[in-house]
């Protein structure tokens, strides 16, 4: 998998893009995490890549010839299954979602800043429109950490137990049940004792009855699907 995300704020993404299992699955060759600064795109001598919005409206808008430049450039380069815009009023990111996106051979990920952009980008350049939240952040880049480190962790060879990820939270719609290790006894809280068994059909089905009883607590609107 490749993912080629396009920003005004490379720096913010150096650090997250680089550690852990990101950072290892790049050291094994399972993924690319390209970051391109939209800047570089600019054709104005100071590299702007917004300008006011049309109607007097507050705030500054990203253009669309940056970015269609860079999403060409980049396609010249290699077929994308999706070009993705983060955006507020985007489709919700879930599980689901990052399952799919998953299996896609390369994406590119355009981060919003500013105002907004152009709306000629919405509408003729992206594919996929995600929101990891309904709240409103400084920009883009945080969603797309957000969304590479949900899909790369889902590839084959990413994480050191893949029957880990299979078990997640919301996987099957349900929370994650609890999780205990060592020591056994810790100031009188015990681990429960059905855990200290053995017996694997027993552990699986308290899990699941943990994992639907968390869920109804916590998560109910979960468990109409």
Not at 36 to 54: A, G, I, T
Not at 126 to 135: F, N, Q, R, V
Not at 170 to 192: C, S
Request: hydrophobic share 40%.
């Amino acid at each position: 998998m490749r993912i080629d995300i396009l920003t005004v704020l490379p720096e913010m993404l150096e650090s997250p893009l680089n550690c852990s299992i990101l950072k290892r699955a790049q050291d094994k060759g399972l993924c690319e995490l390209v970051v391109h600064n939209l800047r570089d795109y600019s054709d104005n001598k100071y590299r702007k890549v917004d300008d006011y919005p049309f109607g007097g409206e507050a705030g500054m808008v990203m253009q669309i010839g940056p970015v269609d430049r860079a999403i060409a450039d980049l396609k010249s380069r290699r077929e994308y299954d999706e070009v993705i815009f983060t955006s507020p009023d985007g489709e919700q990111f879930d599980q689901p979602m990052a399952n799919t996106l998953s299996l896609c051979e390369n994406l590119i990920i355009l981060c919003g800043h500013y105002k907004g952009v152009d709306w000629r980008i919405r509408e003729h350049l992206i594919t996929k429109e995600i929101s990891i939240g309904d709240y409103v952040l400084t920009g883009g880049e945080i969603p797309a950490v957000v969304i590479a480190d949900a899909l790369v962790r889902l590839i084959p060879g990413a994480i050191g137990d893949e029957q880990s990820a299979l078990s997640d939270s919301f996987q099957d719609n349900l929370l994650a049940p609890p999780v205990y290790t060592r020591p056994a006894e810790y100031n009188g809280w015990r681990v429960p004792d059905i855990l200290l068994s053995g017996h694997k059909a027993k552990i699986d089905e308290w899990r699941h009855e943990q994992a639907v009883a968390r869920t109804r607590a916590c998560r109910p609107d979960l468990l109409k699907d």
